[in-house]
């Protein structure tokens, strides 16, 4: 590839065995990062993004099977915990005071959870925050959507026309791991099937509610796998536009129960995580614009490399985050604005604070 001329004319994409040979491609790594930060410039110029967000995961307890998972326990264990509804609205009003503009609400798949409880927590966070403005709710990911809709009798889109009614915003992307229905069968085998996923996020850009898109890597997957999986991201943008930005997350290995059966790798190198940014932004251009780093899964350092390989984003305060933290990841759940910015500053970036909607607000 002549990567100076790809860089002036990236909106020529490049094919499924293009992106699948810069993968494989380790003597033209720094050609690769250098191609990507270029479009990225284009696209983005040197704004570096933030949010100041809250996550809150409202319950462990979960009866999926997922192999990578570390968070989950079973009702009856000693560390199980729920979130209800009215605490919830609190946890999100503490966030409104303290400057956040987002709460990321998700959790484990309760027997009792459906989608009259999902709307409980919508509500409350609706009232408890309106004295302050509102804030925006980003909750419930396909998974968790597709589980409450089969616990109340309803289908995909009747269960989402509901959850918007009362109050959702968007929806996070994640539970997509590997679009492969092979990988999952291994490593989540009664998660949702990868058509489930699809049909999920669409239903949901269609009634109105844009979601995020993420990638778990660093498995049992291949570079192929990561190859099918970006083109498939790329196709539903394609047909609906209701993808904010593309997240990729690293395998977090150490407490997974599938690395210590001995059937799957220790997660991702550094190469292999910038490698999935600089392509990333490659395959995507315009298409999905905004890319963001996982400051809890990278460490910060690495996160500003990836900051220059392609990415644009930082992603957000947190202030807790319990599902990667279960996992191992060791950098932390929190982290403040102005450490954001001195973060990106440093890099000579310029730190914009946005929405969920990627609106900058300053």
């Known amino acids: 590839m002549d990567f100076d001329s790809y860089a002036d004319n990236y909106s020529k994409s490049i094919s499924k ?10 003597e033209n790594l720094f050609n690769i990062l250098n191609c990507a930060n270029k479009i990225n410039k284009k696209i983005n110029g040197n704004t570096i993004t933030y949010v100041v ?33 009215k605490e919830i609205g609190k946890k999100a009003f503490e966030a409104k ?20 409880l999902q709307s409980n927590i919508l509500k409350e966070v609706c009232s408890a925050t309106k004295p302050l403005g509102g804030i ?6 396909p998974m ?17 026309m509901i959850l918007k009614e009362n109050g959702l915003n968007t929806m996070p992307g994640t539970a997509a791991e590997i679009l492969d229905d092979n990988i999952r069968a291994e490593l989540c085998p009664s998660k949702l099937s990868t058509k489930e996923w699809i049909k ?17 890597y660093g498995h049992i997957e ?22 904010t930005e593309f997240v990729p997350l690293g395998f977090m290995h150490k407490m997974a129960p599938i690395y210590y059966e001995g059937n799957a790798r220790g997660g991702s190198s550094g190469i292999e995580d910038l490698k999935v940014y600089a392509i990333s932004r490659m395959l995507f251009g315009y298409t999905i614009k905004n890319i963001q780093v996982s400051w809890v899964k990278l460490g910060v350092k690495l ?16 202030m807790e985050e319990n599902i990667s933290k279960s996992a191992g990841a060791s950098y932390g759940t929190y982290m403040g604005a102005e450490e954001i910015r001195n973060v990106i500053n440093a890099i000579g970036g310029a730190p914009r604070e946005r929405d969920t909607f990627y609106n900058i607000l300053e």
């Open 136 to 141: 925006h709710i980003h909750a419930f990911s």
């Open 222 to 243: 291949e570079y192929k796998h990561i190859v099918n999986h970006l083109f498939i991201l790329k196709e539903i943008q394609e047909e609906t536009g209701g993808i």
């Open 97 to 116: 005071k303290l400057g956040c503009t987002e709460v990321c609400i998700q959790g484990g798949l309760r027997n009792n959870i459906d989608v009259e």
């Open 144 to 160: 968790e959507v597709k589980f409450a809709s089969e616990n109340s009798g309803l289908d995909i889109k009747e269960a989402l």
């Open 303 to 318: 996160a500003q490399i990836g900051l220059k390989c392609g990415a644009n984003d930082f992603g957000g305060t947190l």
């Open 53 to 85: 967000n809250r996550n809150i995961n409202f319950t462990n307890i979960c009866v999926g099977d997922c192999k990578f998972c570390a968070f989950k326990v079973d009702e009856n264990h000693n560390d199980a915990y729920f979130i209800n509804p």
């Open 17 to 26: 065995k293009q992106c699948l040979e810069l993968f494989e491609d380790n």
């Open 200 to 216: 999920i996020v669409k239903t949901a850009h269609k009634v109105g509610i844009k979601t995020t898109s993420t990638m778990m």
